[in-house]
């Protein structure tokens, strides 16, 4: 059974940064093997695709979050990060961590991100 655990939320001023850690309880070898990705969900709204990093580093970022959000992720050691820039108010969202393999989604349970003054 994989885990996955959120940290690093919280509230921060419009323009800020934060950024968000996702630890997940699998062997190297397969955390290696999964895509890892950061999803959101805001209040009445559908929970969105916010980036995506393979192992071999390829990533994918929402066009909300271009330019001011960066995904990492570190194979050897296992957490995949999210740096949060520029935050805006509309980043307000419970954070998801998502692992992908074989088809099959693995979540956390999420890290709330408030961007509020």
């Known amino acids: 059974q994989v885990q996955l655990v959120e940290s690093g939320g919280g509230l921060v001023q419009p323009g800020g940064s934060l950024r968000l850690s996702c630890a997940a309880s699998?062997?190297?070898?397969?955390?290696?093997?999964?895509?890892m990705g950061w999803y959101r969900q805001a209040p009445g709204k559908e929970r969105e695709l916010v980036a995506t990093?393979?192992?071999?580093?390829?990533?994918y970022y929402a066009d909300s979050v271009k330019g001011r959000f960066t995904i990492s992720r570190d194979n050897a050691k296992n957490p995949v990060y999210l740096q949060m820039n520029s935050l805006k108010p509309e980043d307000t969202a419970v954070y998801y961590c998502?692992?992908?393999?074989?088809?099959?989604?693995?979540w956390g349970q999420g890290t709330q991100v408030t961007v509020s003054s």
């Open positions: 998502n692992g992908r393999v074989g088809g099959t989604d693995y």
């Open positions: 699998v062997s190297i070898f397969s955390f290696y093997a999964m895509r």
């Open positions: 990093i393979t192992s071999g580093g390829s990533t």
